[in-house]
């Protein structure tokens, strides 16, 4: 019995491959191609490990999953069962995460643009903090305030100085002044939290390293005018959990404590807004070739309309009819979309034989798929939620039409 890509849910064993506890076949029999798998256990087990190393180093470690990683409902609901916290950018979002009972001292909102319909919920509904990215921000989210009688909390994403980013506030004097200023006239606002997300698919210790130091640089900073907050959030950024060791994690975590030991600061509450590290392993779409063409191309039957390089998953490719057959052959893997810019992976290793009507399982695809995913005219897939031998079908678009959120 052998691990596939990484994942201990998804098991090859003579030739059968194992989903959870459902053979393959069994799927096969049952479903067409494209297919999308989640795997409920995995999104347990990511937010567990997650949860328990953070724990170790950090006293009131908190966690807020970003539901644009993956906003369908039964994934977002598993999520919420574990006592994560939801960081949502939108008002469909917002409304996703009270609908689905995350309860509001456990939702931060926040994006660059805030409308008014946004602010006005979050404080109707008192979530624990509003992230501006912008100073003028406050004025309307004081004056919202004001209307509801709510003393809203605050948190100021600053700019990660990741090359040119242009997401988050760079303090400088005048900006400080703004700030100060801001603070004193609006009595509905109070300032708890700072963000700094540098990235995401961090693969390296070295770039969390740049965030905490940039962050501790802008605390340091505004401590020198008596601004000061309760918590750091980190953002997100991290890999799948296939992709990235439990002990690096640990290492990050350490990174962290110790970046705060060497500053003059108390270390403040730490907490991360985490999305493809919970959910980015649990998903995997089935699907099947479609053509062979000359040089070792083949096509599948998903492509970039569903299966998006802007997601940025560590796409894994294995051929499921011929599993056990070596898989250190180049070849190149097109999508459906009829255009040539549509490849999923150029000379990756994968079996001799290509053969029309072989299943290709493609893994590490339960974040932002969906997110990315556009309208190109195709019907949307199937998506089935497995949980030991049990198959939950969690999307239908003969019935469900599509993923928009209301
Ligand atoms: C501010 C912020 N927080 C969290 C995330 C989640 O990132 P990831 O899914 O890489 O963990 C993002 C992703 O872009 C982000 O911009």
Not at 51 to 63: A, H, S, V
Not at 207 to 236: A, C, P, T, W, Y
Request: positive net charge.
């Amino acid at each position: 019995m052998k691990n596939i890509s990484g994942n201990p849910y998804l098991i090859r064993n003579n030739g059968e491959v194992l989903i959870d506890s459902i053979p393959l076949d069994k799927i096969i029999e049952k479903y067409e191609t494209p297919l999308l798998i989640f795997l409920e256990k995995r999104i347990r087990d990511n937010i567990r490990t997650f949860i328990n190393i953070f724990n170790e180093e950090f006293e009131n470690f908190q966690c807020f999953f970003s539901l644009k990683a993956n906003y369908l409902p039964e994934i977002c609901r598993i999520v919420c069962s574990e006592g994560i916290g939801a960081k949502a950018v939108s008002l469909p979002e917002l409304k996703l995460a009270l609908k689905l009972g995350f309860s509001p001292d456990k939702i931060i909102v926040g994006s660059p643009y805030l409308p008014s319909a946004l602010i006005e919920l979050s404080i109707k509904n008192k979530v624990r903090e509003i992230i501006i990215y912008s100073i003028k921000d406050l004025k309307k989210i004081n004056i919202i305030a004001q209307k509801f009688n709510h003393v809203q909390n605050i948190c100021i994403r600053v700019n990660s100085q990741k090359y040119d980013s242009k997401l988050g506030i760079k303090f400088d004097e005048n900006k400080i002044k703004l700030l100060e200023k801001s603070i004193s006239t609006y009595e509905n606002i109070k300032i708890t939290s700072i963000l700094s997300h540098f990235g995401t698919q961090m693969n390296n210790i070295e770039q969390f390293e740049k965030n905490i130091k940039s962050l501790i640089l802008n605390l340091e900073l505004l401590l020198k005018h008596d601004i000061f907050f309760e918590n750091v959030n980190l953002g997100g950024g991290f890999p799948e959990a296939t992709v990235m060791a439990q002990n690096q994690l640990k290492k990050i975590a350490e990174m962290i404590k110790i970046s705060f030991k060497k500053s003059n600061l108390k270390c403040p509450k730490i907490c991360f807004e985490p999305g493809r590290y919970f959910v980015g392993d649990s998903g995997l779409f089935l699907s099947k070739i479609v053509k062979v063409s000359d040089d070792r191309w083949i096509f599948i039957d998903i492509g970039n309309h569903i299966c998006p390089k802007f997601a940025r998953c560590s796409l894994r490719f294995y051929n499921a009819t011929q599993i056990d057959e070596p898989h250190k052959y180049k070849t190149s893997i097109a999508g459906i979309v009829p255009t040539d810019q549509d490849v999923l992976a150029k000379n990756y290793f994968f079996t001799q034989d290509l053969r029309e009507e072989d299943n290709v399982i493609v893994t590490n695809t339960g974040a932002y798929c969906l997110t990315f995913s556009n309208r190109f005219p195709y019907p949307l897939p199937i998506i089935i939620l497995i949980n030991g031998d049990k198959i939950k079908k969690i999307f239908d678009p003969n019935f469900d039409k599509d993923f928009s959120l209301n």
